[in-house]
């Protein structure tokens, strides 16, 4: 079986997911790099891994792409075996540093990993106008930003035309508008089947990105779900309406209500429920100008991977419907 038959096969195949990780623990030593993480991700996500430094980002990127084995555990990329599907071309992976020769130019380096994946010269020019990098094909490498680096890592990793990209740090060193049109290609990549998961420090990146967010503290998922549902998770969401001579005791009787607080005209209710205070407000009350806001996504962050958090109970259970941890 050729690879663009077994690539055609997974991609289109029912039921199999991207990434299968089933209670995976790698350890260095004494220290658990990753602990435990059961993680499922469907073909076509786009999944953010998330997570401080030392969380175990990196090192399960790493299991994923078959540099590394687990101390327990499974791994399985399409069905298949981390190094297997790497083989097969149905993996590919931007990784913040390494890998580029700096004498070569930008063009001269992406013919280079066309001609050893068997691709087409006609190939070349296309991935290097999907990464954005087509103008300065001519220059050396050595020559070229931090962020052109990162692109034409990128412009490589799409010649094998992959089912599933992984990206670590992908836009360190760009700009803002660079990271804009790096993402929007990604997106586009996205829509048309493939699946990507990425680990940024960049959480608005995730938050506009991303299907789904993972946040992992030292080696374990803290929290699962899209970033809507992540935010709520760490803090809820907080309803306003303008509702004079508002009923606080009714308010809060409703289920998922923390608080309720009455600022002249207005009344501010935070709960982890606001569909259910919506729906009471609009329905049962005078209440009008509703709003419904949260969190944003590095506050939740900063709830769910802190040492507090940590210490109030250990981990947060995922998102029901997210379809992440198992």
Same mark, same amino acid.
């Given at each position: ?56 980002? #990196?090192? #399960? ?64 020019? !296309? ?41 670590? !740090? ?55 779900? #899209? *970033? ?56 049962? #009350? ?31 259970? *995922?998102?029901?419907? *997210?379809?992440?941890?198992?």
């Amino acid at each position: 079986m050729t690879v663009a038959a077994v690539s055609e096969g997974v991609a289109r195949g029912s039921g199999v997911p991207a990434v299968e990780l089933d209670g995976v623990v790698k350890r260095f030593g004494d220290v658990a790099a990753v602990d435990g993480v059961s993680l499922r991700i469907g073909a076509g996500e786009v999944v953010a891994l998330l997570g401080p430094n030392g969380a175990g980002k #990196t090192s #399960t990127v790493d299991l994923l792409l078959g540099l590394s084995a687990p101390t327990r555990g499974s791994v399985r990329v399409y069905g298949r075996a981390p190094r297997e599907a790497v083989a097969l071309g149905l993996v590919s992976a931007v990784m913040q540093t390494g890998g580029l020769l700096k004498d070569y130019t930008v063009e001269e380096t992406v013919r280079l990993t066309a001609v050893l994946f068997g691709r087409p010269r006609s190939q070349v020019g !296309e991935v290097l106008e999907r990464a954005g990098i087509a103008d300065i094909g001519g220059r050396l490498v050595g020559k070229c930003s931090g962020g052109q680096q990162q692109r034409l890592r990128f412009a490589m990793a799409l010649l094998p035309d992959p089912e599933l990209l992984i990206l670590d !740090e992908p836009t360190t060193g760009m700009d803002v508008g660079g990271r804009h049109e790096f993402w929007s290609a990604i997106r586009e990549d996205a829509r048309s089947g493939r699946t990507v998961v990425f680990a940024t420090h960049y959480l608005e990146e995730a938050d506009a990105y991303a299907d789904r967010v993972v946040f992992v503290r030292r080696g374990r998922v803290v929290a699962d779900g #899209t *970033a809507a549902q992540v935010k709520a998770m760490a803090s809820g969401r907080t309803v306003r309406a303008t509702w004079p001579g508002a009923d606080e005791a009714a308010l809060m009787g409703l289920p998922g209500v923390d608080s309720v607080e009455v600022r002249g005209d207005s009344v501010y209710v935070q709960g982890r429920d606001s569909d259910a205070v919506a729906r009471f407000l609009l329905s049962r #009350t005078p209440a009008r100008d509703l709003e419904i806001t949260s969190r944003n996504l590095e506050q939740a962050f900063l709830a769910l991977t802190s040492d507090d958090a940590a210490g109030a109970g250990g981990t947060m259970t *995922a998102v029901e419907g *997210a379809g992440g941890v198992r």
